[in-house]
């Protein structure tokens, strides 16, 4: 019943997502008030009927239903309760009913607040919105619905995939997919501003926080990513240039182009069809996302059941939506007031406009690695695999300059800057940096290579710099710095902790695989690790044989690591859980390979020194996004003026017309 | 539950050499070896990584060989005459693949003469008679403006 | 309107094609690194048959298929009787090689469900699969009377592919060998 009733939700929903995206287009072209008024009550109505059709399907998992073809392939009673829900997404089409949920909310968030905007422009962005959502629905109502029945209902479930078996599940998606989705509010925007021919200070100040949202929820959501395969592949790795990592990536690095353009735009006016080109570029790569994780174009190991059929209406989707915003683009753009004013080399808006070059560049270079395997395939030259040794090769010399030019973004001012003025403010954090640089590896980790202390000093620099502003910025005020300010700086801080934890982790790490039989000891990084044999343990789904390892530094004992391998009873896939010594300066990470003869075991032990500071990194900036976010200047009520001038606007432009 | 011991136990019954077996510069090759070759039967994992039975296999044909004394672009190459190129993770650098490799410095050079054309485009003029003083005057007030830009979050343009 | 303006739309398009192409192909078929080149050398026990061993000479003189299978490989099962179907119909041997198996498990599998192969080779460790670039089991090859591999199936065979390539092209072999 339940399921039924979860269906019905959805078909609902598509209705009324039809009904939020063309009456209020048709208000929009007819100049009628109550067709736009539709909007929000539509956008309201959507989220209950997809929070119905979620939490039908919650249930279901919950319940054990396996009646539920979705609910049979990814649940098992074994599966303790909280990822049995959180399987809801574990796979495709439950991740889509995620996705348009999310989707939902965010539009309910813009039907909320569209208080604050003009009545067009509200009920635009929520029809646009509304468009998107539409897609999605046809998507799942015709060929990927999670409500399927299977009759006869089978007695137990095939189990979720034991990878997915960890706290990350519970997490990274929906924090990964807020972003992803939240990317379609700045499209929105964008091609609300394309359709009325309007880019100015309101209408940025109207993108730039659903914006900063989406990109922080983004960043939190890639962090997750990275520090759920760390602890769950078990083989100490963070990132490995995987397709679908790759294309969580490009919209995060687009989205984080986009931030600055719209800074550059609001404060300056240039730059218009710049912003909007990338705020449908960004949310094109979160489309391009999600038709490669479930079409199959690509091998990865983070892809649903692929599907090419499913993957044509996807790329029809995409090509419809992304190609005929691209066209409205051609067409519209001209029609932004192009501004006029000078862009000196050595001002905020020539710096930004340099970050946003690299920026650009690296997502396209990430693209032609994901996607080179196709090309190289169709242009007959077989296959040839693209993978972490390219990325980096090309990823690092496109972005070490980011970094470098984030130590002038404080210190430079809009319209012009003198260099005097960057000397005498940039030689203290410079010195820092480089002090603080290379002392703090040297210190915690010992000597080692070059190119990682480089980095380093890097990191440090872009947190010298971000702290010198604060600190000058501070001197002779009595109030609180606005967060805007804070939020940018310790985003920057975030970016700097990132790349030290990188540098050092690349540059130090390592690993050293060792034959132990029980009472043995070996050592690493000046710590002993001694192998006390192993357990046989039973799990609520599982059968695990468990090591036991003794840490010890200069004699005395710090840690005891539990490393498993674990073959799982459903799907009887072997797994490598690994135990890890966390600490700020470095972790100690463990993993049984094989058994070996005796009761001896092939055991790999890695050295990862700074690798928190990686994930630190990434939070810091998405609370450094959050921070500004809640600045008061984006709560301030665009209401009578701001109506009134809009309402003025168009009335002139059809005395025009 | 004893099932899980066997099982496992007959797969290291039949395995040769391991990385254990090798020491210091030699595990290193192992270590960086492994981690750019990749899994055939997996979805996308490197050898170092996967718990797949081919992928230990190949783990320990690349220990073997190393402890003959093989150099790296031998291993390499004996994997990839059985596998093709698919199996190394570091795309070759040759006629075929220079749009994969230049490519992305080549947008990078395009890009960055884009802006250096839209800076020139955009610049001003330079003032005929060169007061100094009241050019530095002038840009003192630019700039100060500028600055208060930053800082005053009213200020709107059209 | 501006021309540069288009660029964006352009781009789109060619990628949108592009990828429209990659799903025509299906990227997790390896193909075999030795079409046209000669097969691997091996030398192997013989699964309880009257031949002692066998090797790579075996397999030139005629056109041979080499089928690699398992006891404990689930679709090995299901193309077990086209197997002996597409022996029967082309004329062509068929080898096993059984790989990464016990004696007594290959020897109880093929009691259960019959013996298509004219000779078993023994691989237990999956030495000799791995020198021909065996990725998964099920794989079949078609050997050409030269020792040189003309052809591989990747996974089960279906009864589609053995009716659309693999009898067409065994028996295309054959014609130009005669």
Known sequence: MIPEIGHFALILALGLALIQTVVPLYGFARNRADCLAVAAPAAIGQFAMLGVAFVSLGFAFYANDFSVAYVAANSHTQLPWFYRIAAIWGAHEGSLLLWMMLLSCWSLAVAAASRTLPREVASCVLAVMGSVSVGFLMFTLFTSSPFTREFPAPGEGRDLNPLLQDPGLVFHPPMLYMGYVGFCVAFAFAITALITGRVDSAWTRWTRPWTIAAWAFLTLGVTLGSWWAYNELGWGGWWFWDPVENASFMPWLVGTALIHSLAVTEKRGIFKSWTVLLAITAFALSLLGTFLVRSGVLISVHAFATDPARGVYILAFFTIVIGGSLLLY????????????????????????????????????????????????????????????????????????????????????????????????????????????????????????????????????????????????????????PRHVLGMALAHIGVGVFVIGISLVSGFGGEHDVRLAPGESTSMAGHEFTFMGTRHVEGPNFVAEVGDFVVRKDGEQIAELYPAKRRYNASGQTMTESDIDIGIWRDLYVSLGEPLSGDAWSVRIYYRPFIRWIWAGGFLAAIGGLLALSDKRYRRRADAPARRAVATDRNDKAAHA | MRILVIFLLALGVASTAQAVDLEGEQQTRYHALTAELRCVICQNRNIAESDAPLAKDMRELVARQIANGRSDREIQQYLVDRYGEWVLYDPPLDRGTLILWAGPFVLLAAGLLIVAVIMRKRAHTPPRALDRDRLASVLDEDERAGRDDDEDSSREHS | MRWRLVVPVVVVLMLVVLLGYGLTRRPDILPSAFIDKPAPEFDLPTLASDRERIETSDLKGGITLVNVWASWCVACRSEHALITQISRRTGVPVIGLNYKDTEKAALRWLGRYGNPFAVVAFDPDGAVGLDWGVAAVPETFVVDEQGIIRYKVVGAITPEEMNKNLVPRIKALKQSAS
């Open chain 1, 330 to 481: 051609a067409i519209r753009a001209p029609k932004f007031e192009a501004g006029t004013e000078p862009v000196a080399a050595l001002s905020r808006e020539g710096l930004l406009l340099l970050n946003n070059i690299f920026l650009v560049v690296a997502a396209a270079g990430v693209l032609l690695g994901t996607l080179y395997p196709i090309l190289a395939d169709s242009l007959g030259m077989g296959r040839i695999s693209v993978g972490p040794p390219y990325f980096n090769k090309v990823f690092i010399p496109l972005t070490a300059p980011l970094v470098v030019l984030v130590g002038a973004a404080a210190v430079m001012a809009w319209k012009r800057t003198r260099a005097e003025l960057l000397r005498s403010r940039l030689w203290a954090p410079l010195i820092i940096a480089i002090v603080v640089g290379v002392a703090m590896p040297l210190l915690t980790v010992g000597p080692g290579a070059l190119a990682a202390i480089a980095g380093c000093v890097l990191g440090c620099w872009a947190i010298a710099t971000a702290l010198e502003d604060i600190v000058r910025r501070c001197r002779g005020r009595r109030i609180m710095l």
